[in-house]
Structures are given as structure tokens and as C-alpha cells.
């Protein structure tokens, strides 16, 4: 069960929108979100709460709580999440730990429910910051 502390409205300024249950960037200018344009992406402001697939138009995004979000591959509970890439999903941080290429990890959050594959639906503790590593 999702629980929220905070829930704000970004425009959305993707061509064809943005599903639920997906990690957000921010935009160009303030009050706009975006997909993120990579893996460990940076500037999150958090996870859609609802699709909303017309461009320019409101989407809610939970900033600090419990989310549901999709995952990109498995997931271990507990295990510290950041974005799979341009589709918005999560990934276990871990993952990623032994990649030269990142030394910064820009964490989501801590996963309170374990994924199995790709398009698991899982609980995220929303608890963005990074790990250096």
C-alpha cells in the first residue's frame, strides 16, 4: 500500500506523456517534469503517481513516502533503487556499483517490496540522495 507525505503537479513536457508508477526529472524551466534521459539519472523529482499522456498537461508526482514504481530488472528488498534509464523504471543500485562509469550513485530510495523482472510493480521508501562510491 502506497502512503504519501508529499504529492506536487508538474507539467509534463514529453511529447507522448508519462505513464504511472514512473521516475521523473526535472524540465526545462520550474514546475516542468520530463523522462529521464538516462541510466543514474540526475534532478529527480520523484515518482508519477497517475499516467497522464497528453503533453503539457498535470501530472502528480510523490516527493516523499512510500511509491509504487515499476522495475526495470530484479530488485532486492531493501536494496537501494535509482532510474533504469529513459523509461522511468528503477533498477537495484547495486547493479551498477562495479561500472567504472559511475562513481556517483543518484539513489531513489529503498525498496520495501522485492521485483522479480522487468515490470514488477514494487513499494519504493522515497529517499532521494547519492552514494559516492
Same mark, same amino acid.
Given at each position: 500500500?502506497?502512503?504519501?507525505?508529499?504529492?506536487?503537479?508538474?507539467?509534463?513536457?514529453?511529447?507522448?506523456?508519462?505513464?504511472?508508477?514512473?521516475?521523473?526529472?526535472?524540465?526545462?524551466?520550474?514546475?516542468?517534469?520530463?523522462?529521464?534521459?538516462?541510466?543514474?539519472?540526475?534532478?529527480?523529482?520523484?515518482?508519477?503517481?497517475?499516467a497522464?499522456?497528453?503533453?503539457?498537461? =498535470?501530472?502528480?508526482? =510523490?516527493?516523499?513516502?512510500?511509491?509504487?514504481?515499476? *522495475?526495470?530488472?530484479?530488485?532486492?528488498?531493501? *536494496?537501494?533503487?535509482?532510474? *533504469?534509464?529513459?523509461?522511468?523504471?528503477?533498477?537495484?543500485?547495486c547493479?551498477?556499483?562495479?561500472?567504472?562509469?559511475?562513481k556517483?550513485l543518484?539513489?531513489?530510495?529503498?525498496?520495501?517490496?522485492?521485483?522479480t523482472?522487468?515490470?514488477?510493480?514494487?513499494?519504493?521508501?522515497?529517499?532521494?540522495?547519492?552514494?559516492?562510491?
Amino acid at each position: 500500500m502506497s502512503h504519501y507525505i508529499l504529492d506536487k503537479a508538474y507539467r509534463i513536457t514529453d511529447e507522448k506523456g508519462v505513464g504511472a508508477n514512473l521516475v521523473v526529472v526535472h524540465g526545462e524551466h520550474a514546475g516542468e517534469c520530463v523522462s529521464p534521459g538516462e541510466l543514474n539519472a540526475r534532478a529527480i523529482l520523484g515518482i508519477t503517481v497517475h499516467a497522464q499522456l497528453l503533453q503539457n498537461q =498535470r501530472v502528480a508526482v =510523490r516527493k516523499a513516502g512510500v511509491a509504487r514504481v515499476i *522495475a526495470g530488472s530484479p530488485i532486492a528488498l531493501g *536494496a537501494p533503487v535509482i532510474c *533504469a534509464g529513459p523509461s522511468g523504471k528503477v533498477m537495484d543500485a547495486c547493479d551498477l556499483m562495479s561500472h567504472a562509469d559511475h562513481k556517483t550513485l543518484e539513489c531513489i530510495g529503498f525498496a520495501e517490496t522485492a521485483a522479480t523482472a522487468d515490470g514488477d510493480v514494487i513499494e519504493v521508501f522515497i529517499s532521494l540522495h547519492q552514494r559516492v562510491i
